[in-house]
């Protein structure tokens, strides 16, 4: 069989294979809602396929018509994907204390963030030898509280490094005053924040440097995978020659650094430090064919957001619900509600509630990293008591929201607050 008929045979069983993964009746309070459902189908695996077959497996051209697409979509002139979410932020942070950069951090420099994250936004701050400043956070909108920012400066402080928690944009246009204010680097967590807006302007374009997530769990995937933007072509530049310990490969300026070291091979020149964060051919082909899906995974978030929102707000005595932002668009990584003060239940109660009734729950990221007993090993500060940060810890959890949960499941859930709340409280 030609090579080309084989292939095409491949295509239709996949497509076959996915159009076959039809959902089972949904069941209530025995159907599980999970936390997350895959977002990928044949195009991805098929795609990803062909890399397999050609042996093009390692960082190649795929990964570049992603980094292309990616940095278009968010409005950044460069991005440089790496094999994960957590080295994107990694790597952004190594690019401001490397020794390239004319205005480099030095050790001991202090990059403010909120206490209230993924532990992942804390320790490459603390890997590159930088000091984190934990602050906290609104109880509503659970981002970075913009009043504690001057509270934390210092005469160290040279970096802010705001979350998007939760697919919720952070208040960017104080951020960047505050930032441009006191000559400061900002570099924004958008790891779960793919598509959020503020002004129209997409989240990961305000600061000197972003990161994204491409775990399972987000907005799209590449199974594993990140991604660093920024539109400064120098950071860009020192990005890239980082990701692949430094090598000249696949810098503008490759040519100029072989002439300046003739006696060296200029296939294996290198003219800094770095690290091997290379995403694979896999993941290119996975993010070239789920960028074009993620606009209408976003707009299935919001429109389950706002149903839950809008029937839940007769509860609001009980409950601290999220709410959209003037001027922002939210995408709703997932749905968290925040117990009020005085409620005559805990979120354990609710949460193991919600459990059995096969809701798959999560506590809000690590909550406050300032509790966390990893802090203890390592210098960093706190501003403040933090006790937003430390209630959030206590009285807060989210539930999935994405492309697989439609009206039935909404309703579910919603149908579950209200059983919880009649045995608990007699509404």
Not at 38 to 45: D, R, T
Not at 352 to 380: C, I, W
Not at 381 to 402: C, K
């Amino acid at each position: 069989m030609p090579e080309q008929s084989r292939l095409s045979q491949l295509r239709r069983l996949l497509e076959e294979h996915f159009a076959d993964e039809k959902a089972k009746p949904f069941v209530p309070g025995v159907t599980r809602i999970p936390l997350i459902v895959p977002s990928y189908g044949a195009e991805e695996v098929y795609e990803a396929l062909l890399s397999l077959l050609s042996t093009n497996v390692t960082m190649g051209e795929k990964v570049r018509i992603f980094e292309s697409l990616f940095a278009h979509y968010i409005g950044a002139t460069q991005a440089v994907m790496v094999n994960s979410g957590s080295s994107a932020n990694l790597l952004a942070l190594s690019a401001l204390v490397n020794h390239a950069l004319p205005r480099h951090l030095e050790p001991g420099d202090e990059v403010i963030t909120p206490a209230v994250t993924w532990a992942t936004t804390v320790y490459p701050i603390i890997n590159t030898g930088l000091v984190p400043v934990l602050v906290d956070i609104d109880r509503d909108t659970l981002n970075l509280d913009p009043n504690a920012l001057q509270r934390a400066l210092t005469p160290r402080t040279r970096a802010v490094m705001p979350v998007h928690l939760l697919g919720n944009p952070c208040p960017m246009k104080e951020i960047q005053e505050f930032c441009r204010a006191h000559d400061l680097f900002l570099v924004e967590d958008a790891c779960e924040a793919h598509g959020a807006e503020v002004a129209g302007k997409k989240v990961g374009s305000f600061g000197d440097l972003a990161s994204f997530s491409f775990f399972f769990s987000h907005h799209i995937t590449t199974i594993e995978g990140g991604m660093v933007l920024t539109s400064h072509e120098e950071l860009g530049e020192l990005l890239k020659a980082l990701r692949v310990f430094g090598w000249v490969r696949d810098l503008r300026d490759r040519d100029k650094y072989a002439v300046q070291s003739p006696e060296i091979d200029p296939r294996f020149l290198f003219v800094n430090t770095g690290y091997n964060f290379r995403p694979t051919e896999i993941q290119g082909a996975f993010g070239i064919h789920q960028l074009p899906k993620l606009e209408r995974f976003i707009a299935i978030r919001r429109e389950n957001a706002a149903y839950w929102t809008r029937e839940l707000q007769r509860f609001e005595q009980f409950f601290i619900l999220p709410q959209e932002q003037p001027g922002t668009r939210h995408v709703w990584y997932g749905y968290p509600v925040t117990i009020r003060p005085g409620a005559p239940f805990t979120r354990q109660d609710l949460v193991q509630f919600l459990e059995k009734k096969s809701v798959e729950t999560r506590p809000v990221m690590a909550g406050n990293m300032d509790e966390q007993p990893s802090m203890r090993h390592f210098t960093y500060q706190r501003v403040g008591e933090l006790p937003n940060a430390r209630w959030i810890m206590r009285n807060s959890f989210f539930f999935g929201d994405h492309h697989g949960i439609g009206p039935v499941e909404r309703e579910a859930i919603v149908h579950y607050f209200e059983e919880f709340l009649r045995v608990r409280v007699k509404v």
